[in-house]
């Protein structure tokens, strides 16, 4: 029985590998594009069987219909259409400064425990942990009725602080690693400099974890961005409502107008999108070293 040489054998393994991953690249790409498209079609097209992948007349009126309420494209659904760009600006608004409030905190945080050793200390950093296995709607109750008490109700800052509590435990352990990763060496040639540790985590620490503090902060953001139990339940006017509760009101009893929905989930894309192509190098350092670092 003759061996086929090494070099003429087929790479199943290879090939196996490529299809997988085209099909898995598939999976992520074409939901994306099919809203993408749908945004560009008229109703007619979107609901036609089979489905057209390509619109044969784009139209800009799905985009106009946010400029312009008062279109046809609005009549469905026309609530939605006009609270949009507020629900925009508060869900920027929100998830901006639910990201900066969590790196705030999770800094002096984790660099407490990557540096103070203490009694207790891995329990509570577990703790920090168990806290985000809690379901969000066995905790919706009580988080309105504080906030209610606060008088803090169809505010941002209602939003704002309850997502920093969904952040903060994972952002405390991913930064904790990174601190932990800074040598000492620096520090202490930092205290010699007559650096305060304020000082000194602002000009050493810091600057060396900024791939941390960047992915870290994407994902405190995506946190907020995303977000819709606790925005139905906490806000109820244009005022603080953000862009997931707004989304939901786009099926209506009557009907729903899927074009329409398609340009405002394209609008909500683009704000993260943009936000992860700027920093994507950060970003992807500092997932790779998370990894890493375990």
Aim: proline share 6%; with cysteine; hydrophobic share 55%.
């Amino acid at each position: 029985m003759t061996r086929v040489p090494l070099r003429h054998r087929i790479p199943w393994r290879k090939i196996l590998v490529s299809v997988l991953a085209l099909v898995f690249a598939a999976y992520l790409v074409l939901p994306f594009y099919w809203i993408v498209a749908m945004s560009f079609m008229t109703e007619a097209e979107a609901n036609s069987l089979p489905p057209q992948w390509i619109p044969e007349h784009p139209t800009l009126e799905n985009y106009r219909a946010f400029v312009d309420p008062t279109a046809a494209q609005a009549l469905v659904g026309s609530r939605a259409v006009k609270e949009t760009p507020f629900a925009l600006g508060n869900s920027l608004l929100v998830a901006t400064l639910t990201a900066l409030l969590n790196l705030l905190l999770a800094v002096f945080a984790a660099y407490s425990f990557s540096r103070i050793r203490f009694r207790g200390s891995r329990v509570l950093l577990v703790l920090y942990l168990v806290t985000r296995m809690v379901p969000g709607v066995a905790i919706i109750v009580p988080f309105y009725l504080l906030m209610r008490q606060l008088d803090l109700l169809d505010t941002y800052w209602a939003l704002i602080l309850s997502y920093t509590t969904f952040a903060l435990p994972v952002t405390i352990w991913v930064l904790k690693d990174f601190f932990r990763a800074v040598p000492r060496e620096l520090e202490d040639a930092a205290r010699v400099d007559r650096c305060g540790w304020l000082r000194t985590i602002w000009s050493v620490v810091l600057p060396i974890s900024a791939p941390g503090l960047v992915a870290a902060a994407v994902f405190s953001f995506m946190t907020a961005w995303n977000e819709f139990m606790f925005a139905l339940f906490l806000t109820s006017t244009t005022a603080a409502k953000t862009m997931p509760v707004i989304a939901a009101n786009f099926a209506t009893d009557l009907n729903t107008q899927f074009t329409v929905m398609a340009a405002s989930g394209v609008l909500a894309v683009l704000p993260p999108l943009v936000l992860v192509l700027i920093f994507q190098r950060l970003i992807v350092a500092g997932m790779a070293a998370g990894s890493v670092k375990g």
